[in-house]
């Protein structure tokens, strides 16, 4: 089945993030490609340490010391490459045309300041508009969240909501200046799985109602299959696999990809003992000259011990990087 493509919003071509510590380079994406459309959801998954937060930080201009951005990557936000503008430049583009979210909202909500001077804040900070009219947005936003009360909310103090209220006004906050990029980072791994779903839902209703994209990490396949259009699959700082969602869970190709499927607990049914990738990611600072995965892969052969693989189109919008299927598709 045919994708139908929406409009491109983000083009992220050859990214490389090193952090220069005292042990040495530590290439934490190295050579990242993939685009993300209007109104689609691109989840990004793998293991702990394969880069999907750097790669989110790297977008948001959010990359410190002693991480940088090396030259020559670029991520393409219409005209404007993202990996080279401006402090001013990121911080206008940042919490306007593209906001985040995090796993835990204290990371992004400050403990003493009211909900709906947050909010008002944010609006004012981007746009010109009056202090009444950005708290009437705010109680607006609020509500649209699922929050109950908001007029009483704003007054409130974060530290006098729930987890799940505290995501909602954060996810309210992400959204004040209706984002064209919402970068969501595991925004439910701390919340109960009821309020996991009613967030989950209310990203997703966002999504229809104001054609933002989402860029989405997550370790839960689960959430994948529910909220996902696209997947991209990373591995030691590289996107190994990008297909359309259906083709990731009925078509896998790479064998880190069916290995992660053999693995996730959430594609389970109860009980069943799960397989494990055995090993471990390698150290960023020491990197293999051949696949990064050959150690681990159960298909690994003589070449992919002394070379990279190339990416391969193997279907439409479905690319993989691995030797396996180096004689398949094309390579656009
Ligand atoms: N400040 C830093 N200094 C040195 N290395 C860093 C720093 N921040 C991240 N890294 C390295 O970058 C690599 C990628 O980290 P990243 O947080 O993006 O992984 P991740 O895939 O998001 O993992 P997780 O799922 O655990 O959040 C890791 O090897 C990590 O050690």
Redesign the pocket.
Same mark, same amino acid.
């Given at each position: 089945m045919e994708q139908v493509k929406n409009k491109k919003i983000l083009d992220v071509q050859d990214l490389k993030v090193y952090?220069y510590?005292q042990r040495g380079v *530590?290439k934490?994406v190295d050579g990242n490609n993939f685009r993300m459309y209007e109104n689609e959801t691109l989840a990004i998954v &793998?293991e *702990? &340490?394969? &880069?999907? *937060?750097?790669?989110a930080m790297s977008i948001l201009g959010l990359v410190?010391e #002693?991480?940088k951005i090396v030259e020559g990557s670029k991520i393409m936000y219409g005209d404007t490459n993202l990996a080279t503008v401006s402090d001013d430049e990121i911080r206008k583009i940042r919490g306007n045309d593209i906001s985040m979210i995090f796993q835990e909202p204290m990371t992004s909500l400050n403990p003493v300041f009211t909900v709906g001077r947050q909010i008002t804040e944010n609006i004012l900070l981007h746009e010109d508009v009056s202090k009444e009219e950005a708290n009437e947005r705010a109680v607006k936003l609020l509500e649209m969240v699922g929050i109950a009360r908001p007029e009483k909310i704003v007054t409130n103090y974060p530290h006098q909501l729930s987890g799940g209220m505290r995501q909602r006004v954060m996810i309210a906050m992400a959204l004040a200046c209706n984002p064209k990029l919402l970068i969501a980072d595991e925004p439910t791994t701390a919340l109960d799985v009821t309020i996991q779903a009613q967030i989950l839902k209310l990203m997703n209703d966002l999504k229809e109602k104001t054609g933002t994209s989402i860029m989405l990490?997550t370790?839960d396949l689960g959430v994948v299959a529910q909220m996902a259009d696209h997947v991209n699959v990373?591995y030691a700082g590289k996107v190994v696999e990008t297909a359309p969602v259906f083709e990731i869970f009925k078509n896998p190709k790479h064998p880190y990809t069916k290995g992660l499927m053999a693995s996730m607990p959430s594609l389970s049914t109860g009980g069943e003992r799960l397989e494990t990738i055995e090993g471990n990611v390698p150290n #960023?600072i020491n990197l293999p000259e051949g696949c990064y995965f050959a150690d681990r892969c159960p298909n690994c052969m003589e070449k992919c011990k002394k070379a990279q693989p190339k990416d391969v189109k193997v279907a439409s919008r479905h690319h993989v990087s691995c030797f396996l299927y180096e004689n398949e598709g094309g390579n656009d």
């Open positions: 952090f510590t *530590s934490a &793998g *702990s &340490g394969c &880069g999907k *937060s750097v790669t410190d #002693p991480g990490i370790h990373m #960023p």
